[in-house]
Every structure is written in C-alpha cells, then in structure tokens.
C-alpha cells in the first residue's frame, strides 16, 4: 500500500486497517499459537493462548505494522515487534481482570482467564507473557534483517511504554487511592500512563525499526501519545453508552468501582469533545510526514466517530 493517499474506496479506516494488518497479524499469531513448544508446561501454553487467540480490535499490532511500513519496513518483518507490544497487552488484560483488580468475569465475550484457569495461573501467565515480549522481539527480529540497534531502540521504546513510568505506573494510578489526586485533569495522567503509553510504545517501535530520522520518530511519537488518550476517552464513553455485547465486557463497571474516568471528571458530551479533540491532535502529529494523507490520519480522525 502507497504510505501516501487514502484510498479507502468508501470503507471505514479502521476496516482498511483491519484487512491490511489486523489479518495478517492474526494469521501469524494463529500459526504461532500452534508451534510446538516442549518446554512450556502445558497448562501454561493453553492459558496464554487463551487470551492470546481471543480476539479483540488488535489496534496496537496493527499501528505497530503499519508505522513499520511507511518507515520502509515490510510488515511481515515487524511481525515480531507487533507480537510484543499484542504480548504486553494481553498480559495486562489478564492482570486487570482479576479480583484484586477489576473483578471482572468476561472479556472479549469470553470468560477471563482467571474464571477458566484460576488465579495463581493466571497471574503466571500474565507475567510470563510479560517477558515473553522482550525476548521474542530480541530474538526474530534480527532474524528479519533489523539492525541490531534497530531492534535495541525499538524493545526499549516497548519496555519503557510498558514499565512504572508508562502502563505499569498507570494501572497504579488507576487503583492506588492514595496515589490519586482530586483535581478532574488527573484523568488525563492516568489515560496517558495506562492506556496511552503502550499504543504509543507500539506506534513508535514500529517506526524504529525504520531507517528514519529523530524528527521522523517524534511524529510518531505525538501521534501515538494522542491517539492512545483518544481511545481511551472512547472507552470511557462506551462503557456508560454501550452494551455488554457490544463492549465484550461488563458496562458500566467504573462507575460501580467509583473509578476515575473521563465521564465522571468531564461529563458525557466534554468527554465527547476531548475525544475529537485528541483524535485531531494525533492526525496533526503526521500531517508534516503525509501532507496528501494518509490512513493512519484517518484513522485518527474517525476513531471518535465509535462514541456518537
């Protein structure tokens, strides 16, 4: 696909990305799934592969991809960096489900993990998945031909993305009362941290592995960090406006958590306005790359769109 132009033919962008990535990412992840692997114990594969195989929008590959392509880097040689960033992901899901997290008992419309292999595993699988990331980028992407300090600035992107001052330093955020603060603007540091550093991390490892400019990667690098507080604005959103079967999880369980949000500090249509808001900050951010456009702007720009 030309890095420049739309050429969407009338689809949604986020249905472009979907045939262009999120199908080829999932066929891989299919294929890998089912790779022999004697030296796991089977009860721990099976729960990995679980969450790993059930479903979801799969945005962060998917950046994670198409940044790598238009950094002149084929999207099957950073499959990868995109199955790291999907590792962390999925790791987090697990861990955020958990009765002395969320609680929740479903996810993607499945049971989570815990309720079908119990909590001690999957709290292992969780953290084996963790690492499982770094080890897999380190270890095939130099396989695909990335230089090396290619791939070492691109995993430290990810580990930084996913670390105490990213995902892990959100997540405490969002559920350490005494590391909460009053004021309505801390949604904001927590979204960024939780939700927006590892869509970042994926955005921007996938440009890295390119051979670009400092310059180039700071695009990117503000495209991410907008788009990952926009979809997590969305999220907010959803789970007061969408049903059970239209989120895949149990709606409305911030409010019965009396969690920080951006409804509850902003209100239904502020929260709409900041969402368009960020959305647009993310499609300026790759504006100077792709004056004539390009689908990432677009998708930018449409991701709003899923709250009205």
Same mark, same amino acid.
């Given at each position: 696909?030309?890095?420049?132009?739309?050429?969407?033919?009338?689809?949604?962008?986020?249905?472009?990305?979907?045939?262009?990535?999120?199908?080829?990412?999932?066929?891989?992840?299919?294929?890998?799934?089912?790779?022999?692997?004697?030296?796991?114990?089977?009860?721990?594969?099976?729960?990995?592969?679980?969450?790993?195989?059930?479903?979801?929008?799969?945005?962060?590959?998917?950046?994670?991809?198409? &940044?790598?392509? +238009?950094?002149? @880097? %084929?999207?099957?040689?950073? =499959?990868?960096?995109?199955?790291? $960033?999907?590792?962390?992901?999925?790791?987090?899901?697990?861990?955020?489900?958990?009765?002395?997290?969320?609680?929740?008992?479903?996810?993607?419309?499945?049971?989570?993990?815990?309720?079908?292999?119990?909590?001690?595993?999957?709290?292992?699988?969780?953290?084996?998945?963790?690492?499982?990331?770094?080890?897999?980028?380190?270890?095939?992407?130099?396989?695909?031909?990335?230089?090396?300090?290619?791939?070492?600035?691109?995993?430290?992107?990810?580990?930084?993305?996913?670390?105490?001052?990213?995902?892990?330093?959100?997540?405490?955020?969002?559920?350490?009362?005494?590391?909460?603060?009053?004021?309505?603007?801390?949604?904001?540091?927590?979204?960024?941290?939780?939700?927006? &550093?590892?869509? +970042?991390?994926? @955005? %921007?490892?996938?440009?890295? =592995?390119?051979?670009?400019?400092? $310059?180039?990667?700071?695009?990117?690098?503000?495209?991410?960090?907008?788009?990952?507080?926009?979809?997590?604005?969305?999220?907010?959103?959803?789970?007061?406006?969408?049903?059970?079967?239209?989120?895949?999880?149990?709606?409305?369980?911030?409010?019965?958590?009396?969690?920080?949000?951006?409804?509850?500090?902003?209100?239904?249509?502020?929260?709409?306005?900041?969402?368009?808001?960020?959305?647009?900050?993310?499609?300026?951010?790759?504006?100077?790359?792709?004056?004539?456009?390009?689908?990432?702007?677009?998708?930018?720009?449409?991701?709003?769109?899923?709250?009205?």
């Amino acid at each position: 696909m030309s890095a420049e132009g739309n050429g969407t033919g009338g689809k949604s962008p986020l249905k472009i990305l979907d045939e262009q990535y999120v199908r080829l990412f999932e066929a891989h992840l299919e294929e890998f799934c089912k790779e022999e692997r004697s030296n796991i114990p089977e009860r721990l594969a099976q729960s990995m592969a679980y969450s790993l195989t059930a479903g979801g929008k799969r945005l962060r590959p998917a950046l994670c991809l198409a &940044a790598a392509e +238009r950094c002149g @880097v %084929a999207p099957e040689r950073a =499959l990868p960096m995109a199955m790291a $960033a999907e590792f962390i992901h999925t790791a987090s899901l697990i861990h955020d489900d958990l009765p002395c997290m969320d609680d929740d008992d479903f996810r993607r419309g499945k049971p989570t993990n815990h309720k079908v292999f119990g909590e001690a595993l999957a709290v292992i699988a969780g953290d084996c998945m963790m690492i499982w990331a770094f080890s897999h980028a380190l270890c095939r992407l130099p396989a695909q031909g990335i230089q090396p300090e290619r791939v070492l600035r691109a995993v430290t992107l990810l580990a930084e993305g996913s670390g105490p001052a990213g995902m892990g330093g959100g997540q405490v955020l969002d559920t350490d009362r005494e590391s909460q603060r009053d004021d309505r603007d801390f949604v904001f540091e927590i979204a960024s941290m939780k939700t927006g &550093a590892l869509i +970042r991390a994926a @955005v %921007a490892s996938g440009a890295m =592995l390119g051979d670009i400019s400092d $310059a180039t990667l700071q695009c990117y690098y503000d495209y991410g960090t907008h788009l990952g507080l926009a979809f997590q604005i969305v999220d907010d959103i959803l789970d007061v406006t969408a049903t059970k079967e239209e989120l895949g999880k149990t709606p409305n369980k911030d409010e019965a958590q009396d969690k920080r949000t951006f409804v509850s500090a902003y209100g239904l249509d502020e929260a709409k306005r900041l969402a368009v808001r960020e959305s647009e900050a993310a499609a300026h951010a790759l504006e100077p790359l792709f004056p004539q456009g390009d689908l990432l702007i677009d998708v930018a720009k449409s991701l709003a769109m899923r709250t009205f």
